[in-house]
């Protein structure tokens, strides 16, 4: 198992299949983009199927996500789903994607084995998207959740960021557009994680006033049925249910006391927390002939030395090296 010095055991991983995407959300990245990883770097699909692998069978791994950069820029992605799907004992596995292109692929990647999907919306605003993403998609994010639900990658979910002077507005519309559609909406407090360093805690809309706005058109109460256990959003029943909503409220209500998340990057490194200030470098054992149990006792050394929580709230608080688009969200 992959267990920490506090008692917390890593069972779910977030594979980063690739830093690359086709945004430039303002909250991810500058609107050039960033400079890639040269594709050398980045681990083939067999590199990647060969690391689920020992993470399920050696490692105790029982929920595979699998995430960017934005991952339905993998040609390969089909596969890897499933080689996934057909470990022992078989995990959950999930996908976290902006949606452009999923209208084609969806029903691809259900028949390979994707359990679940959760799809980034932040506005419903064609004007607003543009600003915020510097891409004129919004059509192609809205299908491609269309297209999820119809393949029954269900409950289809959405991750919200919103944003001051842009989208803090938002809240109401995007949780009715999630109501009426059958999805399950989520909103994300923004975390210090952009390549641009501009992330500021005064200017972030915080939990309590997402709850504030969205009070005034929905009721919403405590979620007893479903048990939080390590999830990072906390539930609420709308109107009184079974409709739901969720906030992942990262920075004012931390949650990393129950993390059981642990993340390889597309280039091969582990990192033990969203966080972490080091990685441990998978990718040159794969490529020097080292054997699944020489991997298993790297990848279990970069757990065991997991810190208590992110310390963002720590005025010593210093953000990653890498932007959430080359660790993983
Ligand atoms: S910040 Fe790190 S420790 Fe906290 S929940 Fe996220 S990954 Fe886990």
């Not at 990647?109 to 799809?119: E, T």
């Not at 600003?131 to 999820?148: M, P, Y």
């Not at 007893?224 to 539930?235: F, L």
Request: with cysteine; proline share 5%.
């Amino acid at each position: 198992m992959l267990t920490d010095s506090y008692g917390r055991i890593a069972t779910d991983l977030r594979v980063s299949l690739t830093d690359r995407c086709n945004l430039r959300c303002s909250y991810c990245m500058p609107p050039e983009g960033l400079d890639w990883l040269p594709k050398p770097e980045v681990l083939t699909g067999d590199e990647v199927a060969r690391l689920v692998r020992i993470g399920v069978e050696a490692l105790g791994i029982r929920e595979v996500r699998f995430t960017g950069g934005e991952p339905l820029l993998r040609r390969d992605l089909v596969a890897i789903i499933a080689a996934a799907a057909a470990l022992s004992p078989r995990p959950e596995i999930s996908l976290t994607t902006n949606g452009i292109g999923l209208d084609r692929r969806a029903a691809a990647l259900r028949d390979a084995g994707l359990d679940r999907i959760n799809v980034s919306l932040d506005t419903l605003r064609p004007e607003v998207f543009r600003k915020l993403t510097h891409r004129d998609r919004l059509d192609d994010v809205l299908s491609g959740l269309a297209a999820a639900a119809a393949a029954g990658l269900t409950p289809v979910k959405v991750n919200a960021v919103l944003m001051r002077d842009l989208n803090e507005d938002e809240a109401p519309a995007l949780l009715r557009y999630c109501l009426d559609h059958g999805y399950e909406l989520r909103f994300i407090e923004q975390m210090p994680l952009d390549a641009q360093h501009g992330w500021k805690r005064a200017e972030m809309i915080t939990a309590e006033e997402i709850f504030g706005a969205l009070a005034r058109e929905f009721a919403l109460s405590d979620d007893s049925e479903r048990e939080r256990g390590a999830a990072p959003a906390e539930t609420f029943l709308v109107n009184g249910g079974p409709a739901r909503v969720g906030v992942i409220a990262s920075v004012t209500r931390p949650f990393c006391g129950a993390c059981d998340r642990v993340r390889l990057t597309a280039d091969g490194q582990i990192r033990n927390c969203l966080f972490a200030r080091s990685e441990r470098d998978l990718r040159s054992l794969l490529r020097s002939g080292a054997t699944d149990e020489e991997v298993a006792a790297r990848w279990r050394a970069a757990v065991a030395a997991k810190l208590p929580g992110h310390g963002i709230n720590d005025p010593s608080f210093l953000q990653p090296d890498r932007p959430m688009s080359a660790i993983g969200g």
